[in-house]
């Protein structure tokens, strides 16, 4: 400061020079900036090697942390056969390398004559099993050959269109093994119908395969309904490739007949090559039958699980194809009105949760306040559920025997019955489609059916229910209007199952295909679709004592519990895309509907601020 | 194909002519100019100083980052050890699955977005090599960083630098491999270099551009200072130059206070003086010229009056009693005759010096000229006892000469030989060619001493200062012959050596007041003395 004050006064002397000093302020006057010059020079030389020490906020967006086909994975390291090991180290060898995909099986192969022509190739036939197989063990032994018996616990199959079916069993598997010129042995026949089958523990399965997602439309033909399927993921240069070829072969056996693709029959895949974040997706000329907007739709939602792609372009035979009124090359975020959970995302987003409220009203959840929508003998149903388009509303009586509709959804409509159980059946609670159908199971202890009314239409009884001979606990519709998700009681234990609903050459209803979701979940007693791959589940997880909120992903990857905090006893949930989720609970024969603290944090605690039971959402 | 090769070898040979006449144009330069030299220098000089820094920069750079990259390896590798061992501990039941979720927690931040690859193994394992994640090739990991470990103590840690390989045909690139051993198990990770590898790359290239324009500037400054120093020298030099060449009122221009403006004065007061000089003496010259002529002009009149008396005394010596007096009549007449020719030669000279000579050229035939004076001392050289030789060519040799001049040169040379010529034979050759004619005279006396060769043209100089100034000419002839000769445009040139005699040649322009390039005489008479001529061929003139 001080220096400062000075330089100004010694500037002020040199502008108003006194005659004899004239000179020598010219001079200083000449030096001054050519030293100031070399000071800046100096200061701005000594700052340029140093990290900076301040300066302005810089702000950015979090990367999208959302599971990734392609996030970091864990590869086994395979041995190759050692020449001194005998047929059981050959056989726990030979297993332990199979879960490596390295390089095709190379490893692998090593363990096997060499007229042995098991390829299992990048989509293989795959047992998984419990555990690691730990006890082959000879059961036959004469000079040159030998017979290995293995045992385990099966869990289920991937057939080779990646398509998981459980099928627990108790697995018994033998292997031919003969010894070589060289004296080493080595594996001649391999177990199974599938002679290019693997098989792998759960472990070898989560850590060398991932669940990705193909994308097929539904029969609305708006909206993708995700098909999921495993894809060994050791390689990431081929994994778009294998994903592309996957999509155009089609929807797995499962979804067969329920959904379409827009690719044409017969359309292959020339090349996928991907050029910093943009992929460029070359079709065989066969695509050109297709509708260039809804195959770009179903490649946006497919590619989109690859982190490194941003973008693609379609070309077919070499061309370069764009959809109409849009640029060649797509954000792979693109065609969001195709979005499995429905048309409109945005409007999803803040849509309000319905509660039927204490005094027997239905109202929308303001904050934390039931606000009353519908009085009279519609506000008194049970597990009411608005309609999407907000034109109906259906629930149960108090028994649950009986279902309702009314309209509109305001004041104080009349109520129709609208289905009667028969003696000691109940229906589960109702659940909209996205075109205004309403679906419930009706079910007794050991039987069910599924009524499907049309809007505008009478209840008919589906014609082919998958889950006839079952009882039903839960059944709610996907927003794909393709999946249904169901609690049924397998051997007297709840499990989440997942099934599709497939129209029939001649128009009739098939609803079926259940496979289940996780076994992870010891009980479970509702669930919600949270979004298009995540149910919102109220259950017991293994060493729960009693029932928690759970979030679970469709694919069968591990349930993750939602909140902390005492919740009494839940009995209803609800969920919607980007909405909090909602626990309709009773506890000291108080009902309340409770929500996350925060809700956009899975760890937040539970709060119950709500006087109201049954909360749903739209649809 | 022999056309395209032809073609192909005529390009070449244009190419390394180019190359060649660009070299030797850039080597004149870089002899002929300060400017060029100081800055190739410069740009050498700076050129391998900011090289050998910007060696030690990227030295220390690439060692810097090294440097936080091995430390933060190392500290990763900590972590990743203990989480290991609290995984791990020392339970040895199914390893398998739990070394495959220890793995899988190490992994969150490997792969292609991530800073790192790792590598786990349990020695104790049979049926497989462990875990690595993503893409990595196990070989990766490099034997001598295995077997290291191996030998080392649990607990010890180690890193070394290999290339890292990918299971899905991706680049091998260069990588950082720490690997650590806590009980059966050992735990690698494996960091690429590409990033370090694209800063460093970044960073060099920077400083290679840098070092560029840091050089191209030096050289540029060295430039323009020398430009400063070297255009006032080169002025200068021009000057100079010009002085030299006799433009006297040549002057440089001063500009500034500074150590060239210095030379610039001293050079200009150097000209003043030299100038001043050289006037004074040329004024000197011309008045001395002008006494000699008008002092031989002035002696003419008494000298004819003498003359007469001196006849009339001469013509009655006879009659005169004391022959002693007729004798000195002789005399008076001898001496007069010589004081004539002698201020005739003075007249002659003074003639030539004042530049009033001229020439009255016409075309003759040179044989004819020699024949003529040779024919007018025939009876002197008869009375000597030389005899004279010709040697003439057959065809004229025609040329644009002053008859009168030419035969004053061919008597005074054949006069000379004959006097100096002991009695031997005179040798008169004439030769002729495209431009030139040339006459030249041999004699076999005494010869020349050397050095004299040019002293036989001074004025009033004698071969032999102990002669009587009564005998041989008047001291001027051969003064006054060469100015005939240099009138001509030709060259009078002597050759002597002492014993062997002397030979003097006259050579002409065929076309009067033509250059002369050469004569077709030899100055040096074939077969005497060695071939090797005492002095250079001096041109008259210069």
């Not at chain 2, 008045?287 to 007469?308: A, C, G, K, W």
């Amino acid at each position: 400061m001080t220096r400062t004050l000075n330089r100004t006064r010694n500037r002020s002397r040199a502008a108003h020079p006194t005659p004899p000093r004239a000179p020598r302020a010219r001079h200083a006057r000449r030096v001054r900036p050519a030293l100031a010059a070399a000071a800046a020079l100096t200061l701005c030389a000594a700052g340029c090697a140093n990290v900076p020490s301040g300066g302005q906020v810089i702000t950015g967006r979090p990367a999208e942390r959302a599971e990734r086909v392609d996030d970091p994975y864990v590869r086994l390291i395979p041995v190759p056969p050692r020449p001194s090991w005998g047929p059981e180290e050959i056989v726990s060898g030979f297993l332990a390398a199979s879960a490596s995909f390295d390089d095709d099986h190379k490893v692998a192969k090593q363990y096997l004559d060499v007229q042995n022509s098991w390829k299992p190739g990048m989509r293989p036939y795959v047992t998984v099993l419990q555990n690691r197989i730990l006890d082959p063990h000879v059961v036959k032994s004469s000079g040159g050959e030998a017979t290995v018996r293995v045992t385990g616990t099966q869990l289920g199959t991937i057939s080779t269109d990646g398509q998981y079916t459980a099928a627990p069993k108790d697995l018994e598997a033998t292997f031919q093994l003969a010894r070589t010129p060289q004296g080493t042995w080595r594996i001649t026949n391999l177990p199974g119908e599938e002679k290019s089958g693997l098989l792998l523990t759960k472990d070898d399965v989560q850590r060398a395969m991932h669940t990705v997602n193909l994308y097929f439309f539904a029969p609305d033909q708006r909206t993708l309904v995700p098909n999921g399927i495993f894809l060994p993921v050791v390689n990431r240069e081929t994994l778009s490739a294998r994903l592309v070829r996957a999509l155009l072969a089609g929807p797995t056996s499962w979804l067969h007949g329920a959904v379409e693709s827009a690719f044409p029959e017969g359309t292959g895949l020339r090349g996928v090559s991907i050029d910093k974040d943009v992929a460029v997706v070359d079709l065989t000329r066969q695509a050109r039958g297709g509708s260039v907007e809804r195959m770009s739709a179903q490649l946006a939602w497919t590619l989109r699980q690859m982190s490194e792609i941003k973008q693609f372009r379609l070309r077919i035979d070499g061309e370069t194809t764009a959809p109409a009124g849009m640029d060649a090359t797509q954000p792979v975020g693109g065609w969001a009105g195709n979005s499995p959970d429905g048309q409109n995302p945005s409007q999803l987003a803040n849509q309000n949760a319905y509660v039927a409220g204490p005094s027997r009203f239905l109202g929308t959840l303001a904050g934390d306040h039931a606000q009353p929508v519908v009085t009279g003998a519609a506000g008194r149903l049970s597990h009411p559920v608005v309609a999407p388009d907000y034109r109906e509303l259906a629930g149960l009586n108090d028994k649950g025997d009986q279902v309702f509709t009314a309209a509109p959804v305001t004041g104080a409509p009349g109520v129709r019955p609208l289905l009667t159980a028969h003696r000691g059946a109940r229906f589960t609670a109702p659940s909209w489609s996205r075109d205004g159908t309403l679906w419930t199971v009706e079910s007794k202890a050991d039987e069910s059916w599924l009524w499907v009314r049309p809007r505008g239409e009478r209840p008919v009884l589906a014609a082919h229910w998958g889950l006839g001979g079952r009882q039903v606990l839960a059944f709610r519709v996907a927003r794909d209007s393709v999946r249904a998700a169901v609690i049924v009681k397998l051997d007297n234990r709840p499990q989440v199952q997942i099934g599709r609903i497939a129209h029939a050459q001649d128009g009739s209803l098939d609803v079926g295909s259940f496979l289940p979701v996780s076994s992870e979940m010891e009980d479970a007693i509702d669930l919600a679709w949270r979004d298009y791959q995540t149910f919102a589940i109220l259950g017991r997880a293994k060493h729960d004592s009693r029932s928690l909120p759970y979030l679970m992903p469709v694919s069968g990857a591990p349930i993750s519990s939602l909140g902390v905090g005492a919740l009494g006893e839940p009995r209803t949930i609800a969920a919607a895309p980007g909405a909090p989720v909602l626990i309709g609970t009773r506890s000291a024969e108080k009902d309340s509907v409770c929500r996350q603290r925060t809700a956009d944090k899975s760890y937040s605690e539970w709060i119950c601020p709500t006087a109201a039971k049954d909360p749903s959402y739209p649809g | 194909m022999d056309r395209a090769k032809r073609l192909v070898r005529r390009g070449l040979g244009a190419v390394r002519r180019v190359v060649r006449g660009v070299a030797r144009r850039g080597y004149k330069r870089w002899r002929r100019s300060i400017q060029v030299r100081i800055v190739t220098s410069t740009l050498c000089i700076s050129a391998i100083v900011v090289a050998i820094l910007g060696a030690f920069l990227m030295q220390q750079v690439s060692s810097a980052l090294m440097d936080g990259k091995v430390k933060a390896a190392r500290l990763q590798l900590d972590d990743g050890l203990a989480q290991v061992q609290r995984d791990l501990g020392n339970t040895t039941t199914e390893d398998g699955d739990r070394l495959s979720a220890t793995a899988d927690r190490l992994k969150s931040r490997s792969g292609p977005s991530g800073l790192y690859e790792v590598y786990i193994r349990d020695t104790s394992e049979k049926y497989f090599g462990g875990y690595a994640t993503n893409e990595l090739r196990q070989e990766s990991v490099p034997r001598r960083l295995r077997e290291e470990l191996q030998h080392a103590p649990t607990g010890s840690r180690a890193y070394t630098y290999g290339r890292l390989t990918y299971v899905d045909g991706g680049a091998p690139e260069r990588g950082l491999i720490v690997g650590g051993r806590t009980g059966q198990f050992e735990l690698y990770y494996l960091f690429p270099l590409d990033e370090e590898q694209r800063t460093l790359t970044n960073v060099g290239r920077s400083m290679a551009g840098v070092g560029i324009v840091l050089v191209l500037l030096l050289a540029a400054i060295a430039s323009l200072v020398t430009r400063q120093v070297v255009i006032p020298v080169r002025l200068a030099a021009q000057g100079a130059q010009r002085l030299a060449a006799g433009r006297l009122e040549e002057r440089m221009r001063v500009r500034g206070e500074d150590d060239l403006a210095r030379l610039a004065r001293s050079f200009n007061d150097m000209a003043a003086n030299l100038q001043e000089k050289i006037g004074e003496l040329e004024d000197l010259s011309q008045v001395q010229r002008q006494f000699v002529s008008d002092v031989s002009h002035e002696l003419r009149t008494p000298l004819t009056t003498i003359r007469i008396a001196a006849d009339m005394l001469y013509e009655h010596r006879d009659t005169f009693g004391d022959p002693a007096v007729g004798r000195s009549a002789e005399l008076l007449q001898s001496q007069l005759e010589r004081f004539e020719s002698l201020l005739a030669d003075l007249l002659e000279i003074s003639r030539h010096d004042a530049g009033a000579a001229t020439l009255d050229a016409e075309s003759l035939d040179m044989r004819d000229l020699v024949l003529r004076s040779v024919g007018d001392i025939q009876g002197l050289a008869e009375r000597k006892g030389s005899k004279v030789v010709l040697q003439l060519p057959g065809e004229p040799c025609m040329a644009e000469v002053d008859r009168r001049r030419v035969e004053r040169i061919m008597r005074n040379l054949l006069v000379n030989a004959v006097e100096h010529g002991e009695g031997e034979d005179i040798v008169v050759s004439v030769g002729a060619d495209r431009d030139a004619v040339a006459v030249a005279v041999r004699d076999h006396g005494v010869g020349l001493k050397a050095g004299e060769g040019q002293m036989v043209f001074d004025r009033f100089w004698r071969a032999d200062p102990a002669r009587a100034r009564t005998t041989g000419g008047t001291g001027l002839g051969l003064s006054i012959s060469r100015e005939d000769a240099q009138l001509h445009g030709g060259w009078l040139q002597a050759w002597g050596e002492p014993g062997a005699g002397s030979q003097f040649r006259l050579s002409l322009p065929r076309v009067a007041g033509a250059e002369l390039r050469g004569s077709p005489l030899p100055l040096v008479p074939p077969g005497a003395g060695d071939a090797r001529p005492l002095f250079a061929e001096l041109e008259a003139g210069e």
